[in-house]
């Protein structure tokens, strides 16, 4: 279910019939004749042409998303640490969510979004516990600078775990088993599917963003680290997950 796509046909479909629909000042003869000039000309494309077409849509509606949430953590970075804030869930994963779908199988800008992924956490530990390093580390990840992963004695999301979200476990509905991440997460999203099973920490992640509950094996971790600091350490080492995805799973100990 790729939802942005079909939006994205749409919107092109819609363009090109306004071509073709709009008034024109001429006479009705030579009016009729450019329309069906106009209506050939829109089935000249081949299939391909019209998918290339969407595509470099969705890419041209991401790259204005990515732009906009890069203002926003910069304009954050310039006050850094700022007021003093409960480390709370992000406005921006919604956000970044979206610009994933858009960009699903682009590395450059999946790169991209992992890195403002980053510096969103970092801003926000900044704020959390006024530690200006997190606000040097931000600007790093902002600045598309390569940070090495602190090293972890065990890393929970090494193996698979198992987990499961459900939007209201008293009322069960349509729970996806094991899907794609990026059909789990629009589903999820829209209301589509009631529930996800999948590893851990997407369930977990989609509960605390999108609402819901979710049951999993609790992580066994020989340390004394906070579940903060555990993802200080290990958001690096993982950045096809947002932060908080790891933060949302730790923070269940």
């Known amino acids: ?48 042409q019209r998918a290339d077409g969407a595509r470099a849509y969705q890419l041209g509606v991401a790259d204005q998303q990515l732009a906009s949430e890069r203002a926003r953590l910069q304009d954050l970075a310039t006050n850094c640490p700022g007021p003093s804030q409960a480390l709370e869930v992000s406005t921006g994963d919604r956000v970044r969510d979206g610009i994933r779908i858009q960009a699903q199988g682009d590395a450059a800008r999946l790169a991209s979004i992992a ?23 931000a600007r790093a990840s902002l600045a598309g600078q390569k940070q090495q992963p602190r090293p972890v004695a065990d890393d929970p999301f090494a193996a698979a775990r198992p987990a499961t979200v ?20 629009s589903s999820y999203a829209l209301g589509a599917a009631d529930g996800v099973r999948a590893n851990s920490p997407f369930p977990e992640y989609l509960a605390w963003v999108y609402g819901g509950t979710a049951s999993a094996q609790v992580p066994s971790i020989s340390n004394d680290l906070s579940a903060e600091q555990l993802v200080d350490a290990l958001a690096l080492t993982h950045p096809e997950w947002e932060p908080d995805a790891l933060y949302a799973a730790l923070r269940m100990r």
């Open 115 to 137: 890195q403002l992924a980053m510096a969103d956490w970092q801003l926000r530990r900044a704020a959390s516990t006024g530690d200006a390093g997190f606000c040097e580390a």
């Open 1 to 48: 279910m790729r939802l942005p796509g079909l939006c994205a046909a749409a919107c092109l479909l819609c363009l090109t019939l306004s071509v073709g629909c709009a008034p024109s000042p001429s006479s009705g003869g030579l009016w009729s004749q450019q329309e069906l000039r106009q209506e050939l000309v829109m089935f000249r494309f081949s299939n391909a």
């Open 166 to 185: 459900e939007r209201d476990p008293a009322h069960p509905g349509l729970v996806l088993d094991n899907p794609p991440v990026d059909q789990a997460l």
